[in-house]
């Protein structure tokens, strides 16, 4: 026993699923993974894990996964060696930047990817082809949650940790399935719940778990939240619960604010949320009596036609109530994979480099150039196209290469028969990913990368808190890390970058970019972590907003705003609406948890769900199959029947199908943030006939 106790190897990593960043050991002999163990020293989760963090590795060892570069030949993929496809990757990308200009090419980083990884996309976007056309997926969850917080107290990250959510007097959660796409920090708020008396208040239009839990739960009509916020702050104001002091002190544009609110009373909020005047005063008297609030927000509010604007109300919710630099107060937008933090706080946006500088900005121009040895002419002076635009680029012909690392675009963007259209007219396309996505099918070279298991690196968790990961075993096949495949590529391109080890890029990171000053893989090293903006001698920052807020003067900014309604409804044509959303078993396309085995079994089935009534009114029973249509397309599903959803709302899981939810989604965005609009798709349901 005690031989066989000394095969096994322990090994610290972070789960590559959500954006809750659990840590734990890994204990493994060869390439099987025999049990992971959650340990009490790990900083976001101690010794708790959900399911996909436990046993969601099969895919590690998947047969389906790629151990070789691919290069396509009359129309069919022929293994290729590193060599042969690093050089045609740089040769077709350097003909194209010839011909094109580096404006040409667009480039998409991973959020399961490293930090250090996202730093280099970023920089051989930027530094070699001089483009600012880099994104990664938090154009599709996040991004506007982000924005609405740059608008309102100035920093692009969770006010605080979990444990200030635990410590918080009320919890609000809007717009977010927290028991299934963030089941650990749900597990830490049912607990406070249960035990310190805590108070939980739930807006959301589908009943989930959270929602059964709640001291109150307002069932909203989708789409509406921003009036609902607004029409809670009006409230706080008339009703005596705005924070005087807090506004005077802390706060700018109070007065242009306030009139902003006129439209919103209770009476208008109730015609629009569907909910009675008694509950929404139920709600604000909840939140003014509340001595700190916390409140965490998700895609039931960002993948709307207003979901920047949305966010921000929320956030000027928080500021009007006092809600911020204090334990157990602030915003908390949830990210939703494991390193969306991560790649957007490393640089893979469109308008700022790492540490959320803006391109615009010569002096942060200028540093940068000067940090990476280069004239600051070499670097573009203008936002560059974020992935929405990059879609549309290459649907005209204008964006003729994409290099794409670890997202499956062609299945998670909205409108994917448009998307297809896209990537079909490029010239060339790279993908690099651990498996033969769908996307990797668009592709001419795809070039295989390796999980998080299979390497080292560091992943920011949703509190703003970077964690290193170690490897647990030796990548598969002749499958390399991202950053080593980045790396030689950036030489074949003439950048011979002296990268040895992970470390070093984050080094090199944290000397330019001022939140990450005092990172450094010593610092991080065994369980500890560290959450910026990091001081150069390597002090933290958990709760942000203590004494400052993030702009020159050091005041929050109120910010005013409309409502409009959702771009696309219900009507007489397309009567019902069709919420989306994550299954707790599974993760955005499956292409990890679809892998087979245990995480797999455990949820294998696709449904939609009906309502009772509805489905009485259709005659609907459940395991029936119906067609739902939407405007761009139509697919086939099963109904599942549940008091879970209303009226004429419908939800189906995101993760399954051919086309899956986006063969039915549309070009419908959000103007400020470009990301899509998912949660507005209105469809009709027609029953299908026994077969
Ligand atoms: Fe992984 Fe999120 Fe589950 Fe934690 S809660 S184990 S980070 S999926």
Known sequence: NALRQAEIKRTKTVCTYCGVGCSFEMWTRDRHILKVQPVAEAPANGISTCVKGKFGWDFVNSPERLTTPLIRENGRFR???????????????????????????????????????????????????G????????????????????????????AGTIKDMQQADLIITIGSNLAENHPVIASHIKQSHKHRSQKLLVVDPRRHEMADRADLFLQIKPGTDLVWASAMSRYMFDHGYADEEFLNQRVNQVAEYYASLMPFTLEYASEITGLSVETLVSAAEMIGQAKS?????????????????????????????????????????????????????????????????????????????????????????????????????????????????????????????NVHEAFSKLEFMV???????????????????????????????????????YEVMKPLGESLPDWKI??????????????????????????????????????????????????????????????????????????PLEWHPP?????????????????????????????????????????????????????????????????????DVPVLITDRVAGNVLFIPIHHGKPGVNGLTGEHHDPDVNTPAYKEIAVTMTKLERT
Not at 131 to 154: E, I, K, W
Not at 331 to 360: I, W
Not at 448 to 456: A, D, R
């Open 486 to 559: 980045l790396t030689m590529l950036a030489s074949k391109l003439g950048h011979p970058w002296y990268y040895q080890h992970p470390g070093q890029i984050m080094q090199e990171a944290a000397n330019i970019a001022g939140i990450f000053a005092g990172v450094s893989y010593e610092r991080l090293s065994g369980w500890q972590s560290q959450l910026w903006p990091v001081s150069a001698d390597g002090k933290s920052t958990p709760l942000l907003y203590t004494d400052k807020f993030q702009f020159p003067d050091g005041k929050a900014r109120l910010y």
């Open 79 to 129: 293994p290729a060696s590193w060599d042969e496809a690093l050089e045609t990757v740089a040769r077709r990308l350097r003909e194209i930047a010839q011909r094109h200009g580096g404006d040409a090419i667009g480039f998409i980083g991973s959020s399961k990817a490293s930090n250090e990884e996202a730093y280099l996309t970023q920089k051989i976007a930027r530094l070699i082809f």
């Open 131 to 158: 483009t600012n056309n880099v994104d990664n997926s938090s154009r599709y969850c996040q991004n506007p949650a982000t924005q609405g917080l740059f608008r309102t107290v100035g920093y692009g990250g969770d």
């Open 293 to 417: 609030v916390c409140l965490l927000w998700a895609m039931g509010i960002t993948q709307h036609s207003h979901g920047a604007d949305t966010s921000t109300a929320l956030s000027n919710l928080l500021l009007v109530t006092g809600n911020y630099g204090r334990p157990g107060t602030g915003g908390y937008p949830m990210r939703g994979h494991n390193n969306v933090q991560g790649a957007s706080d490393f640089g893979c946006l469109s308008n700022v480099y790492p540490g959320y500088e803006k391109v615009t900005d010569p002096a942060v121009r200028e540093k940068w150039a000067e940090a990476w040895g280069v004239d600051p002419a070499a670097l573009s002076d203008k936002a560059g196209a974020d992935n929405f635009k990059m879609v549309q680029q290459a649907d005209k012909g204008a964006l003729k290469a994409m290099y794409i690392i670890g997202e499956e675009t062609a299945f998670s963007d909205a409108d994917s028969t």
């Open 431 to 469: 993908v690099q990913d651990i498996f033969m996505s769908r996307t990797a099918e668009f592709a001419d070279v795809v070039l295989p990368g390796c999980p998080s298991v299979e390497k080292e690196g560091t992943f920011v968790n949703t509190e703003r808190r970077i964690q290193r990961f």
């Open 567 to 635: 771009m696309e409804e219900s009507d007489s044509e397309y009567d019902l609406l069709l919420d989306n959303g994550r299954m707790l078993e599974h993760f955005q396309s499956t292409n990890q948890t679809g892998k087979g085995g245990r995480i797999t079994s455990l949820s294998p089935n696709w449904y939609v769900e009906v309502g009772p009534q509805l489905a009485a009114e259709r005659q609907l029973q459940e395991g029936d199959w119906v067609r739902l249509t939407s405007r761009r397309g139509s697919l």
